[in-house]
Each structure stands twice: as C-alpha cells, then as structure tokens.
C-alpha cells in the first residue's frame, strides 16, 4: 500500500512539475541584464613567476590578479565532456531546465521535506552563480528556471558552456578555468590531461571539499564519480576509465612563505612595473633560505601566542654582508595579510638609541666619558615643558655612556642627542636608510618617530658590518623564460659610517646581553659574540628586539594591531628578546662563532670605569674600554661618582626600559 501511494506521490509531483515549466516556458521571461564581462583573453604563452630559494629549492608561484577569459576552443574537449556527464548529462537536449531532472529532485524534496535536490542544469547553475543568491526556496528555482531558459534563447549551448567555465569557482580563491589550471597544474587549460581534466570536472560540486588541493581520498572518490558516469555514457570506455585512474597527477604544492612572496611581487612590480606579473615567464632566486623562513614562521607564532593570543608579530631577518633578506614573517598568524614587517610603522622606542651613540661616537664622544642622569626641563613651545624621566622616576647620578646605553636610560640619551644636534642626527639616520622627521625634536631619542622593522634592521648592518649599510635584498636574480636571459641584482652596500665608531658601538650593545635590558640572553651573547638592543614604546604598545652576529642581523617586533598598552612587563626584553632567541639559536647552531673583526683605527686602553680616566695602579677597579683613534682619554683624575645600587632586571636597574615621562615610556 505504501508503495502505490509513493508512486502515486511520484506521478503527481512530475505532471504538476512538468505543467509549471511548461506554463514558464510559454510565458515571457524577464531578460537577463547582459551579460557576462569577458576578461582579457590568456595570453596563447602565459606562464606564471616561479620562485626559488637561495639553494633552488621552489618556493612558490606569483599569478596575476585579474581574471582572464578562456575560448571554448582552448578548451580540452575531454574536461567539456566530464563536466557535462557528471554535472548535466542532458545539456545538450534541454532548453535550459530538465524536466526529468528538477522532477526527480523534486520528488526527493517531497520525501525528505526539504530542498535537499537541486536538479539544476548548466545553465542554471551559471545563472544563480552570476546573478541570483543561494538561499534554496521555490521562488528562487522559479526565477532562475525562467532566466535559464532566456539564456537558451540567446546563446549557443557552445557560448553557455563557454560562460560556464569562465565563470564558476574551483576553490582556493581560483575563478574560471584559468585560474584553476593555473593554481593546480601550473598551465593553460588547453595543457590539460585528460586526468588532469577529470580533477577538474568533480570541483563545482563542492569547490572547498573537491578542489586538487584537498582531502586526496575526497578528491579521489570525486573524479571516480565523473569517470564512472563518462564510462555509463558511453564517453569513454571501461578501459580507459582504468587507465585513467591509474596515472598519477601532480598538483603544485601549496606557496610558501606568503609573507616574503608578497614582497617579491612588490620588488618585481617596482623594478618591471604591474605588467610584469601578468606577463609572467620569469623564475626568481630569492635571497631567502627556506629553511630559516620555516624557522622564523614557527618562533615567531609560537614565540607570540605563549604571551597573548590576541598579539601580532614581525621578524625580518638579514645577511649583514650583503642584505639578503634570509626570513622575514609579516605577521603570527603566517597566512598572508597585512605586512608588518615591510609596511607597519611603529615607534621603535629605546631601539632607536644604539644610532644616536654612533653618531655622537662620530663627533668624538668616547664610550667611557661620564654623563649625569639628573632630569632636565625642556622648552617644546607654547610654554610647554618636557621633563624625561628614567624608569619609576630613578636617579642614578653619573653613568659612562656604556652603562646608559645597557641600561637604556632615558635621560642620558635625551641629553646626548641635545649634545650632537637633532638635525645633525636625522642627516645621520637618513644616511643609515632610516627616514625621522626633525620636527619630533628631542623626543626622538626616545623613539617617537614611526619606523618599519625592515628599515630599522637595515640601519642596523651598518653596526654589524663595519660601517657599511647594506639594503635589503630579496631578489638575487631573475631569468626569463622567454628571452632565455638572466638579470642580477647585485647588493647595495654604501659606507654610512667609519668602522671605529661602528666596532665601538657593538661592542657597547654587547653589554645589553651581558647585564642591561636584555641579560636573560647573557650566555647566547657569550657564545655567540652578539649585541643588540631592546626597545619598549608608550604605555608598553610595542616591543622590539634587534640583535646581530657577524653573520646575521634579526629584529624582532610584538605588539598589537590596534595599538593598546600590553601592561607592566611587556617590554622589548621580556617579549621580543626570547623570540629572538628561540630563532637565533637554531639559526646559529651549524655555524662556528665569530666575533666583530676590530679595524685598525680603534685602540684599546685599560680605564678606571668610575672616573672613565686611564687606570692607574691604584685604581679599585679596572677594565678595557675601546676608543676611535685620536679620541682615547688622556691621565685624568675625579672623584668617583655615588654607589650605584646593582641592577636588578629590565625595568628595575638603572634606567632601565620604559622611562621618559610622565606620558612616554622607553
């Protein structure tokens, strides 16, 4: 009995089905707006940008933006097959609805009580996809019916069909044929195998689930569902079926390093210009190496997450020698986004410091001299005044130049950079690569202006490598496919600096490891020979850590990307520096330690640190001090300056991190 009646269920629901479109058909139809846009046409030799590691190893593919329109003679007739077997096998018999079809999907609706079935034809599905939502109602199928069958009136199926694969999406953001070749296969669609086709042809269904790229068991059963339904058609036969799921398909690997391939396009784009990147036909030897990218990417996330999973992060880091960019992480969350390593500008705090004592070792100021904390009153106009304040308010009385610097004090740098003359220093900053703009005044000894992490590891090199800045370097060479020519782009290295004052300055960062506002990386810095400097910018919003060897330069920046204060603690020493650390280590393991080569115009004396004068024998205490020939103190005596007490950690010694005002942090 409950057959009869599901058969009389069935019968009903196809006259009913058949009468409603056979009425639609009658009745005019509201035209479809014209149409389809047509993209440009592929070029006939459009190949993407392929680019590779400083060792050869494929790195990732750069594909054009814009959308490009494929004939339906370019083609393969084997993926125009498989497409209409397995997703409209009556296509080129309707009118642009199926009876059969929507009856037989309708009688499921009716038994499961929903719009479960869609039984739509090809060109149903190019029209909701262009024009109508994907909410599953009746009124909707009705529309899309009546438009179908429009669009049957106006094109050749040949011309519907063409639409169709230009059109429909095959996820991982790839729309049209075009893109999907290109994404999965790295051709144009008329380069496709008839294996490679039968991928292709079972991605509409379900783009996120069926797409080359996804599950392979999924992806898989999917392409049997097509071959099996081309072999009931008598499309191909059992044999070929066989032989076709037996050949191997090679889809191209997923890109890595988005970050730093992002910036490659940006480099192409501005040495070529924007056509390049839809011409293509190049291959690029980046001057990354992926080894140490994967090791940036897993330090950086996991170096952020384990303080805030709402922070954000950068890594950039160089070859001092030359620039190249080894690794560079625009962001935690290492899926391509806002770059915040070449782009984001933020204000560097205490990191800044390091080249104001450059410059002042420039004009002839020693590392040993000594200078007083004492808080000074500055004018900033309009009868304002400006007090810069060491960490909690501290006075420490007399600190040589080398202990204010570990300790980053506050007061001290404020009063050198009054010494050499703010224009003086953004002329010398400007040299080292780093844009400042002078009306900050004074307050950029704190690190008020907005830098880029690239631009401020970049005026680093010029301390790690001997005076000489090196520009950032991500492209090493470049050859065409076409023209079957190469094109270098050698190194920018320009002297900024005299070796002296670059020697003498890393060898006062090197204190910041050994007992200033990053001594928790004491011992890598005894290993390793290495100098840095910590940075902590306004009400704690952003820290940094830029360190270097010989060998390798990298900085590290935490924060937030709508800036906010991450709260007592969160300075460049206790956030960047472990960051730093957790990817120097590795880095630097295979490598034997170096230390900084001295030049010939630096000499060494033998200084009493408290009065900063050569020691004598009575001397209580006694060290090596390092000096710009011609600038080495002479036989001196003073009187020592009042005990200071030990420094007891990055925020709590003597000047330490984070204190310039009542307003302004380190």
């Known amino acids: 009995m409950h057959s009869l009646q599901s058969s009389s269920s069935k019968r009903f629901v196809f006259f009913i089905t058949a009468g409603l479109l056979l009425f639609l058909a009658l009745v005019p139809a509201a035209r479809a707006q014209e149409s389809f846009v047509r993209y440009p046409l592929l070029p006939s030799g459009y190949s993407s940008i392929r680019v590779f590691d400083r060792h050869g190893r494929f790195v990732g593919r750069i594909l054009p933006e814009k959308r490009y329109w494929v004939p339906i003679d370019r083609i393969p007739a084997f993926l125009q097959k498989a497409l209409v077997a397995v997703e409209d096998a009556r296509f080129y018999e309707h009118g642009g609805i199926d009876l059969r079809g929507i009856a037989r999907a309708l009688v499921k609706d009716v038994v499961k009580g929903r719009l479960a079935e869609g039984g739509s034809t090809i060109t149903q599905q190019l029209i909701k996809n262009k024009y109508l939502s994907g909410e599953k109602s009746f009124e909707r199928k009705i529309?899309?019916?009546?438009?179908?069958?429009?669009?049957?009136?106006?094109y050749t199926k040949k011309q519907i069909l063409e639409m169709y694969f230009n059109e429909i999406y095959y996820g991982n953001g790839a729309w049209g044929i075009a893109q999907a070749a290109r994404i999965y296969f790295d051709k144009n669609p008329e380069e496709l195998t008839p294996a490679e086709c039968a991928l292709l042809a079972g991605v509409p269904k379900n783009p996120g689930r069926y797409n080359p790229l996804g599950k392979p068991s999924r992806v898989v059963a999917r392409r049997d569902v097509v071959l099996n339904r081309m072999v009931e058609l008598k499309m191909i036969t059992p044999r070929q079926k066989k032989s076709l799921r037996s050949r191997r398909v090679s889809v191209v690997q997923r890109n890595q390093a988005p970050y730093y391939l992002a910036h490659v396009q940006s480099g192409l784009i501005a040495r070529f210009g924007p056509q390049i990147i839809d011409r293509g036909g190049l291959e690029v030897t980046a001057a990354l190496d992926l080894n140490l990218q994967k090791l940036a990417e897993k330090s950086l996330s996991e170096g952020v997450r384990r303080v805030s999973p709402q922070l954000q992060g950068a890594l950039v880091s160089l070859d001092p020698a030359t620039g190249d960019v080894l690794a560079a992480v625009g962001g935690a969350d290492l899926a391509k986004g806002y770059d915040r390593a070449f782009l984001a500008r933020r204000q560097p705090g205490s990191a800044i410091k390091p080249l104001i004592?450059?410059?002042?070792?420039?004009?002839?100021?020693?590392?040993?001299?000594?200078?007083?904390d004492t808080p000074v009153a500055y004018n900033r106009g309009n009868?304002?005044?400006?007090?810069?304040?060491?960490?909690?308010?501290?006075?420490?009385?007399?600190?040589?130049?080398?202990?204010?610097?570990?300790?980053?004090?506050?007061?001290?740098?404020?009063?050198?950079?009054?010494?050499?003359?703010?224009?003086?220093f953004?002329?010398?900053?400007?040299?080292?690569?780093?844009?400042?703009?002078?009306?900050?005044?004074?307050?950029?000894?704190?690190?008020?202006?907005?830098?880029?992490?690239?631009?401020l590891v970049t005026a680093y090199t010029s301390l790690a490598n001997g005076g000489v800045r090196s520009g950032s370097r991500t492209i090493i060479r470049i050859y065409d496919r076409s023209r079957r020519a190469w094109e270098e782009n050698p190194p920018a290295e320009t002297p900024v600096l005299s070796p002296g004052a670059a020697f003498v300055t890393t060898q006062m960062l090197k204190d910041v490891l050994a007992y200033g506002t990053a001594k928790t990386l004491k011992k890598f810095g005894q290993k390793h020979f290495a100098a840095g400097k910590t940075g902590t910018?306004?009400?704690?919003?952003d820290a940094w850590f830029i360190g270097y060897t010989p060998r390798m330069i990298t900085g590290i920046w935490v924060g937030y990307d709508r800036p906010r204060p991450g709260g007592k603690g969160f300075t460049g020493g206790a956030v960047a520096a472990p960051i730093w650390e957790r990817f120097m280590g590795p880095a630097l393991a295979a490598q034997p330690a170096v230390d900084f080569q001295k030049p010939d115009t630096v000499v060494s004396l033998s200084i009493d640190p408290a009065t900063g004068c050569p020691a004598s024998a009575d001397s209580p205490e006694k060290r090596d001090e390092f000096y710009i020939a011609g600038t080495q103190p002479a036989d001196c005596s003073k009187p020592p300056p009042p005990d200071l007490p030990p420094p007891k950690g990055e925020g709590e010694g003597p000047g330490a991190e984070t204190g310039a005002t009542k307003q302004m942090e380190e």
Request: aromatic fraction near 10%; glycine fraction near 6%; charged fraction near 25%.
């Open 537 to 541: 910018t306004d009400d704690y919003r």
């Open 383 to 424: 009868n304002q005044l400006w007090t810069p304040m060491n960490y909690g308010r501290e006075q420490y009385g007399e600190l040589s130049l080398r202990q204010a610097l570990a300790y980053s004090n506050n007061v001290i740098a404020v009063k050198l950079l009054e010494s050499i003359g703010v224009p003086y």
């Open 357 to 372: 004592y450059a410059a002042a070792l420039e004009k002839g100021v020693v590392a040993s001299s000594l200078w007083d």
């Open 143 to 154: 529309e899309e019916a009546r438009m179908a069958m429009e669009y049957e009136r106006k």
């Open 426 to 455: 953004v002329d010398f900053a400007a040299r080292l690569g780093l844009p400042l703009r002078q009306h900050n005044d004074l307050s950029l000894a704190l690190g008020t202006d907005e830098v880029t992490l690239n631009e």
